[in-house]
């Protein structure tokens, strides 16, 4: 017998600080995805829309997802289900003048998790973006 393979609704956050650590804004999303690293790579790529509508031309991309991270950086192989999301990423990235990717532990990525948190508990609109 085979079993129907489910596709969870998955929530993320991104936030912004800027160089103090000073909270500047914030962004999430609801994704329906079979694959959890498709959805790793998206909350980049939420980062990365939010630098574009801010116009910000000096930026830092954490996540802390290793994988992903390596992949943005070219240092490893692209795996096909997350290449788009990865050249997404990289056009919306094209017009900052410095970009700086960076692997985060999870315990400093928190106030991306509370942004997710807060929109899975309904506290923050679904597909939000400031």
Request: with cysteine; aromatic share 10%; glycine share 4%.
């Amino acid at each position: 017998m085979r079993v129907p393979n489910i596709n969870e609704d998955r929530r993320f956050g991104s936030s912004a600080r800027d160089s103090s650590g000073k909270f500047i804004t914030r962004a999430n999303a609801l994704v329906f995805a079979q694959s959890p690293t498709v959805v790793e790579a998206l909350a980049p790529r939420l980062g990365s829309m939010l630098a574009m509508s801010h116009q910000w031309q000096y930026i830092t991309i954490e996540s802390d997802n290793q994988t992903i991270m390596n992949s943005l950086s070219s240092k490893d192989s692209v795996q096909w289900e997350y290449s788009t999301v990865l050249e997404d990423i990289a056009s919306l990235l094209s017009g900052c003048s410095n970009v700086i990717l960076s692997h985060a532990m999870r315990y400093c990525n928190l106030t991306a998790e509370w942004v997710a948190e807060k929109a899975k508990s309904g506290a923050f609109p679904l597909n939000w973006f400031s």
